[in-house]
């Protein structure tokens, strides 16, 4: 007779580490579900899956560029630049190109990687350059977020902002204006 399985702490554990994590991705995809549900139901033509399905990715992009940088409102920009509340700044600095500003929830707001005084002159740059081969903001910020083969170890140019302005500027040549 072989003695009876005893569970190592340590698997017991791990099982129980792995069931709570199937229980919040139910908990969060039915979240999900919910939320999109009325949103399709609402839209007057059929949606492929694909589409879907890009634009819940992307959703998710934005998300993680808020986590990582933040998204901040227009006041919030204006108070990291030192002009307290003031938040008609960051939309002047916006509609004037010095800035990148992204529509989210109603609203433009601000990744917090420009709002420093070092980077402002090459985000100016960036933006001049967007315009000229018209690229939106939300595709600046896309594309500065992004791992990019022009870049050092295929590395985001967002990391580059301040290090290495010179790189992120012919990459974002190289990107927005391509030669064929």
């Not at 140019?157 to 290495?164: G, Y």
């Amino acid at each position: 007779m072989s003695a009876p399985d005893v569970e190592s702490p340590s698997a017991a554990h791990e099982r129980d580490r792995v069931a709570q994590l199937y229980r919040r991705w139910a908990r969060e995809s039915a979240q999900g579900l919910s939320s999109l549900a009325p949103a399709m139901a609402g839209a007057e033509i059929a949606v492929s899956p694909q589409l879907a399905r890009s634009a819940q990715a992307t959703e998710n992009v934005w998300r993680e560029i808020e986590d990582e940088f933040g998204l901040f409102t227009s006041t919030e920009a204006a108070e990291r630049m030192g002009y307290g509340g003031n938040r008609a700044w960051a939309s002047a600095q916006r509609r004037a190109g010095k800035l990148v500003g992204v529509r989210r929830g109603g609203a433009y707001r601000y990744p917090a990687f420009q709002l420093d005084p070092e980077v402002m002159p090459l985000i100016a740059e960036l933006v001049a350059l967007a315009r000229e081969h018209d690229w939106s903001d939300e595709s600046v910020v896309l594309w500065l977020c992004s791992p990019s083969g022009w870049m050092p170890e295929g590395r985001r140019p967002v990391e580059f902002l301040r290090e290495d302005a010179d790189a992120v500027r012919a990459s974002a040549e190289l990107a927005m204006a391509p030669q064929w």
